[in-house]
C-alpha cells in the first residue's frame, strides 16, 4: 500500500531496479475502436495522454501493475500491447494514491486518466476490453495499430521530432474505413448492412474513406493555430504554434509539418518541413518521398516563398524565393549570371558557384536564391533574393 509520496518514489525505484523493467521509449492507455463485425480488428486507437520520453515513473506503476494482477510483462520485445483489467486498475489506483487529489488540469495526466478509467459510467456501454495499455520499447517497425497511433500521437503532439519515427510497414497495419466524423466503420459492415441501413433511413454519412483520421479529430491545436477546412490535415502531421492551414489547395500529410508560424495555402507532402515564418502560396506543392525526390526528404528553410502553383522538389534554405508556376527538380538546369553566383556565395560560407548553367540540385539547401524565369526566352534562371518573405505577424 502507497501513502505518502515518499513511499511512491520509493515503489517506482524498487520496480526500475527490478532485472525485467525497462524504461519504454513512449506509453499510454487507449482506448480502441473495434470491426463492428470482426472484433479483433482494430479500427482506430485514441490515447487521451501521450507519454513520448517521459514520464518512466507512471510506466513503471503501469508494469508493476499488470505484474501484481498475474499477467506476464514482457520487456524484451519492441512492444508490448496488454488489455486492461480491473485489477490493473485496482493496482494502479492503490500505487497513485498520494496524487489523486492534486491530479487535474495539467497535472498528473496519468493519474487522472487511471481515475476516470475507475469512475466509467455504465451507461455509456465501455468495458475494459475497449482499453489497451500499449509500450514501445524501441523505435523499429511497428506491429501493431495501437503502436502506429501512439506513434501518430507523438509526432502531432510535437514530442518526437518529424522524420525520426519509424513508420515502416504502417500503412499495411492500419484496415481501410469508412469515417463517420471520428467514428470508424468497418467497410464490410456497411456491405452486410447496406440494404438496411438504407430502407430505414440510416445509412451514415461518409466523410471519407481512408486508413488515417484527420489531424483534429485526436489534437487540440494551439490556440494561435488555424485550421479552416478539417481535410486538409492529416493524422500524424505536426502543425507548430501560428501556423494557419487555409482551405482549397493546401494539405499536409503525416510525417510532415512546420516548424514555427507558416502560411499554407499549398501542399506538404510526407516527410516535407517548412521553417517558421515561410509561405506555401496558393497550389503550391513540396515533394515527398514518394513522389519524385529519389526518396530524400525535403525541408524548406525559414522566411522562403514558394509561388503559387510552383513545385519544389529539392531542400531550400533561407529567405529563398521560387516565382510562381515554376517546377523546380533535382535534374532542372538553371542559369546563374556572374554577378548573382558571388552574391550567392557571399551569402552562403564554403560555397564557391560560378557563372553558367547548373543542375538545381547543385544548389539545394543554400540560402538566398530567387527561381526565376526569362519570359522571352522561357530560360530557367538563379538569381540572389532581394526580397523579404514577412507574414502577417496578425495572422500568425
Known amino acids: 500500500m502507497v501513502y505518502t509520496k515518499e513511499e511512491f518514489a520509493n515503489k517506482v525505484k524498487e520496480v526500475q531496479s527490478s532485472s525485467w523493467y525497462r524504461d519504454p521509449i513512449g506509453f499510454g492507455i487507449a482506448r480502441v475502436d473495434r470491426g463492428q463485425l470482426n472484433k479483433d480488428k482494430i479500427l482506430q486507437a485514441t490515447y487521451p495522454v501521450v507519454n513520448w520520453g517521459e514520464n518512466f515513473g507512471s510506466a513503471a506503476i503501469f508494469m508493476d501493475a499488470f505484474k501484481t494482477a498475474g499477467v506476464e510483462v514482457d520487456t524484451t520485445s519492441s512492444e508490448l500491447v496488454l488489455d486492461i483489467t480491473d485489477d490493473f486498475i485496482v493496482n494502479c489506483i492503490e500505487s497513485f494514491r498520494p496524487y489523486l487529489p492534486e491530479a487535474k488540469g495539467e497535472d498528473h495526466k496519468n493519474v487522472q486518466l487511471i481515475s476516470t478509467l475507475s469512475a466509467l459510467p455504465r451507461e455509456l456501454g465501455l468495458t475494459a476490453d475497449d482499453f489497451k495499455v500499449v509500450f514501445i520499447f524501441e523505435d523499429i517497425a511497428p506491429k501493431s495499430v495501437e503502436a502506429v497511433y501512439l506513434k501518430l500521437y507523438a509526432l502531432s503532439t510535437a514530442k518526437a521530432e518529424l522524420r525520426k519515427i519509424n513508420l515502416n510497414g504502417a500503412f499495411g497495419l492500419l484496415h481501410n474505413v469508412a469515417w463517420n466524423g471520428s467514428n470508424p466503420i468497418e467497410l ?40 479552416l477546412d478539417s481535410s486538409k490535415v492529416r493524422f500524424g502531421a505536426q502543425l507548430a504554434a501560428g501556423t494557419t492551414v487555409m482551405p482549397g489547395a493546401s494539405y499536409i500529410n503525416f510525417n510532415a509539418g512546420t516548424l514555427g508560424p507558416v502560411m499554407v495555402e499549398g501542399r506538404i507532402s510526407s516527410s516535407a518541413i517548412v521553417g517558421s515564418g515561410s509561405d506555401v502560396g496558393g497550389g503550391a506543392s513540396i515533394l515527398g518521398v514518394l513522389s519524385g525526390t529519389d526518396g530524400d526528404p525535403i525541408s524548406i528553410g525559414e522566411n522562403t516563398l514558394l509561388g503559387a502553383n510552383s513545385t519544389t522538389g529539392i531542400p531550400l534554405g533561407d529567405a529563398c524565393i521560387v516565382d510562381g508556376g515554376l517546377a523546380i527538380f533535382a535534374g532542372t538546369k538553371v542559369t546563374i549570371s556572374e554577378d548573382d553566383a558571388k552574391k550567392i556565395n557571399e551569402a552562403n560560407a564554403g560555397i564557391n558557384l560560378s557563372e553558367g548553367v547548373v543542375k538545381a540540385s547543385e544548389l539545394q539547401g543554400l540560402n538566398g536564391l530567387h527561381f526565376r524565369q526569362n519570359s522571352q526566352n522561357g530560360q530557367y534562371i538563379v538569381k540572389r533574393s532581394t526580397r523579404e518573405v514577412k507574414l502577417n505577424s496578425e495572422l500568425h
Not at 483534429?216 to 491545436?221: A, D, G, K, M, V
Open 188 to 227: 464490410d459492415w456497411l456491405r452486410a448492412n447496406e440494404v438496411t441501413l438504407k430502407v430505414t433511413g440510416q445509412y451514415p454519412n461518409i466523410d471519407m474513406v481512408d486508413k488515417f483520421p484527420r489531424f483534429l479529430s485526436h489534437i487540440i491545436p494551439a490556440d494561435n493555430t488555424r485550421i
